[in-house]
Nanobody
Framework: QLQLVESGGGLVQPGGSLRLSCSDS????????IGWFRQAPGKEREGISC????????NYVDSVKGRFTISRSAAKNTEYLQMNSQTDEDTAVYYC???????????????????WGQGTQVNVSS
């Protein structure tokens, strides 16, 4: 069972940037598609981006397209979510998750993921 750990959250001003990281200290993430999800207070968990096992396929929801970039570093066994031009609507707890299924692409749907991190808080405020 993976033990995903997110980091990099914090307070950022509107228009600012943060980079979130997701890693596992015990197992390689090479065999997993990785998704990023977020949950704002009083709202359901929302999928925002995913990257396939190979890294060749990346998907984003419309609300973050053009502002967020997902990537992965096999050498560091770490997944990243670069968040730019942030707005107060990006305030949420952000989670990374791993999908072990063998497919060439990825799906931004929480039911496809079976390992989750504990989340990292992102607050966008002036």
């Amino acid at each position: 069972q993976l033990q995903l750990v997110e980091s990099g959250g914090g307070l950022v001003q509107p228009g600012g940037s943060l980079r979130l990281s997701c890693s596992d200290s015990r197992f390689t993430l090479d065999y997993y598609a990785i998704g990023w999800f977020r949950q704002a207070p009083g709202k359901e968990r929302e999928g925002i981006s995913c990257i396939s096992r190979s890294g060749d396929s990346r998907n984003y929801v419309d609300s973050v397209k053009g502002r967020f970039t997902i990537s992965r570093s096999a050498a560091k066994n770490t997944e990243y979510l670069q968040m730019n031009s942030q707005t107060d609507e990006d305030t949420a707890v952000y989670y990374c998750a791993a999908d072990p299924k063998t497919r060439s692409s990825c799906i931004i749907w929480p039911n496809e993921y079976d390992s989750w991190g504990q989340g990292t808080q992102v607050n966008v405020s002036s």
